[in-house]
Structure formats: structure tokens, C-alpha cells
Nanobody
Framework: QVQLAESGGGLVQPGGSLRLSCVAS????????MGWVRQAPGQEREVIAR????????YYADSVKGRFTISRDNAKSTVYLQMNSLKLEDTAVYYC??????????????????WGQGTQVTVSS
């Protein structure tokens, strides 16, 4: 199994940027499709970005497409989420998650096997 630890959350103004990091330990990170999942108060978890085991393919939810970028450095066992042009509605707890399935199948939160503890992102003026 793999353990995940996120960092980089915080308070940012609308239009600002943040970069989240997720460091993995335990099993080799190349065994997993990696995703970023967010959950706003009163809402279900939403998979907003996911990346192929080797970083070949990336997929984004329409809500973040063109603003967020997922990447991974397998040598550092780290996954990143660069968030630009942040909006008020991006406020949520952001989780790093690992899926044993393929990147095409890992669309929903239930497809992920391992989760980090989450990091709060608050967009506010």
C-alpha cells in the first residue's frame, strides 16, 4: 500500500495561484494512477484531475480545465497540482488519491484506493 501526504493549501485571493504537493511513501508510486479530488462543504467529492502512472496522459474536470495542471515526478514520489486563476468556488478540501486502476477508469472518487489527509484551499477576497 501507499501513504500520501498533501501540502501547499492556504488562503488566496480570487485570481491567485497555489501549488499543491503530494508526497507518497510505501509502495512505488508508478504502480498507481494519481488524482486530485476536492470536496466542498455539503458537496460530494469531485475528481478534478488525474494522471497516468507514467505521466503520459492527464484528464481534467470541466470545472478546472485550462486553469489547473496535474503533474508527477516519479523519481521524487511526488504529485503536483498547479492551480491558477482561482475562483471562489474552488474553495474546498483537496485530497491526493491513488488508484490501482487505469487512468481512463479512475473517473469517480470510488475508484481510488488510498487517500491523503487533505489540505484546505480557501479562495476569498
Amino acid at each position: 500500500q501507499v501513504q500520501l501526504a498533501e501540502s501547499g493549501g492556504g488562503l488566496v485571493q480570487p485570481g491567485g495561484s497555489l501549488r499543491l504537493s503530494c508526497v507518497a511513501s510505501g509502495r512505488e508510486i508508478t504502480s498507481y494512477t494519481m488524482g486530485w479530488v476536492r470536496q466542498a462543504p455539503g458537496q460530494e467529492r469531485e475528481v478534478i484531475a488525474r494522471i497516468h502512472r507514467l505521466g503520459i496522459f492527464t484528464y481534467y474536470a470541466d470545472s478546472v480545465k485550462g486553469r489547473f495542471t496535474i503533474s508527477r515526478d516519479n523519481a521524487k514520489s511526488t504529485v503536483y497540482l498547479q492551480m491558477n486563476s482561482l475562483k471562489l468556488e474552488d474553495t474546498a478540501v483537496y485530497y491526493c488519491a491513488a488508484s490501482s486502476g487505469g487512468v481512463v477508469e479512475a473517473v469517480g472518487a470510488t475508484k481510488y484506493d488510498y487517500w491523503g489527509q487533505g489540505t484546505q484551499v480557501t479562495v476569498s477576497s
